[in-house]
């Protein structure tokens, strides 16, 4: 067992809430939640019930043994609950807060965003995921209403009333394997409408009817599935992030946040990743159903890993209990062979356990689908996250990499320093306070 797992209890946790459950008012074709209504085939009214929302808030915060908290919510839909729900949670946050900072995480289809929403949200600086493919015609693909209607428009409109408003917000795209044919359509479009910070979210998802609970898209344990038709494969995957990261690393380091190239800096700077995908061990992310009920993983909300309800067990007691220690350990100690020996298992560590449902050549069971991918594109980028993490360990921005980089491809066109720069001459002054001053 490695060293970060043998504590008996995390001193902080997350929680991702689904106060609405799988309940939206989007029927995407790629989402992996929509079908989790058949989990409880006898609830009518979908929606977290006061006394479960005050319980969770109040357990929340005080089993947490950091001074920040931050609530997640999600769904489904979660603003499909109204802002009466919300401002609910928000006075019980303060009620039970006991000298700790809170803080709320939302994310959101964008469809129901506007003025008021974008208003209280802004009041209680709530940070807002809002889910974008890519342009029009890649978002559209998949995110269609009930009625089969495109969403891109009225989640556009949504977007505008945060701007508006000032709320800070991100975008979390799912790679499918549509937009994964067109990664700089994707990245452009997203960074001229905005968004500063980007998350990219690879579906994989297994099909097979034959599970008692109904449910059609499997886990990794599942013997024999077929992969859904949506899903990107993984050199696609690691083509697609290639391509985003060799324009942002010429010209957006530091202006434009994508999240998957920042926890590998950290990893490259010496860190395990902070990103549950890449950390060397997971299990200290669960998922909370509207009823309670809460489970290991958003991506495990199946029958096999219900740790219990908060209304019978304490919320600490489930998420130290020998299971779930169990399950997050398993990301570390299960790794095939060909992952212990990967030149990248530091960056990677295996990828999401959701994926490992592949056999290694060896004939070992547990190897990531995406695998191809990762090994691509952190084998690509290990050059200039080296460049990276050296400036950071001197002190001095990443973003230098750019300059690096131009100067390196483009010797022809010296770049003269920019004031705040630090000087070439190496006196480890600022440019403007150096050699800039005779200049």
Not at 59 to 79: K, L, N, S
Not at 104 to 132: I, K, P, Y
Not at 288 to 302: Q, R
Request: glycine letters at 8%; charged letters at 25%; one cysteine or more.
């Amino acid at each position: 067992m490695c060293e970060s797992v043998e504590k008996r209890m995390p001193w902080a946790f997350h929680v991702m809430a689904k106060p609405i459950g799988p309940i939206c008012n989007l029927q995407c074709a790629h989402c992996f939640y929509l079908e989790k209504v058949k989990l409880y085939p006898e609830d009518k009214a979908w929606a977290m019930s006061p006394e479960v929302l005050e319980r969770y808030v109040r357990d929340y915060i005080a089993a947490q043994q950091a001074p920040e908290v931050v609530f997640a919510w999600q769904g489904g839909e979660p603003t499909l609950l109204g802002l009466d729900f919300f401002r609910r949670a928000v006075a019980l946050q303060r009620q039970y807060a006991d000298g700790k900072v809170i803080h709320n995480a939302l994310q959101t289809n964008g469809m129901l965003l506007d003025d008021e929403w974008a208003a209280f949200l802004a009041e209680h600086r709530f940070l807002v995921g809002v889910s974008l493919d890519g342009p029009k015609a890649l978002h559209d693909r998949f995110r269609r209403d009930k009625s089969g209607r495109g969403s891109f428009d009225r989640v556009m409109a949504g977007i505008g009333c945060l701007k508006r408003h000032k709320v800070e917000f991100n975008t979390l795209t799912c790679v499918q394997r549509e937009n994964a044919k067109r990664p700089l359509d994707v990245y452009r479009f997203l960074r001229e409408s905005g968004v500063e910070f980007i998350q990219f979210i690879p579906i994989v998802e297994r099909i097979n009817d034959t599970r008692e609970d109904g449910l059609q898209l499997v886990g990794p344990d599942a013997p024999e599935a077929d992969i859904a038709p949506w899903s990107v494969d993984g050199p696609a995957f690691g083509d697609f992030m290639i391509a985003i990261f060799d324009e942002w690393v010429r010209r957006d380091v530091g202006t434009i946040f994508v999240q998957m190239f920042d926890v590998a800096l950290e990893a490259w700077v010496g860190r395990n990743p902070s990103l549950c995908v890449f950390s060397a061990t997971c299990g200290q992310a669960m998922a909370l159903e509207h009823n309670g009920d809460l489970y290991s993983c958003d991506h495990y909300v199946y029958p096999e890993y219900h740790l219990g309800n908060i209304m019978e067990t304490p919320i600490e007691e489930m998420v130290s209990s020998p299971f779930q220690r169990r399950f997050g350990e398993l990301k570390h100690d299960a790794l095939p062979a060909v992952c212990r020996e990967c030149p990248v298992r530091f960056a990677c560590n295996g990828g999401c356990p959701k994926h490992r449902f592949c056999t290694t050549p060896e004939g070992e069971a547990g190897w990531n689908y995406l695998c191809a991918g990762y090994l691509r594109f952190f084998q690509h980028i290990d050059p200039y996250m080296r460049a990276m993490a050296r400036e950071l360990r001197v002190g001095r921005p990443p973003a230098n990499v750019m300059r690096m980089l131009r100067a390196e491809e483009h010797p022809e066109k010296p770049e003269a320093p920019r004031a705040n720069d630090p000087c070439p001459c190496g006196s480890g002054r600022k440019f403007k306070k150096c050699c800039g001053r005779v200049v």
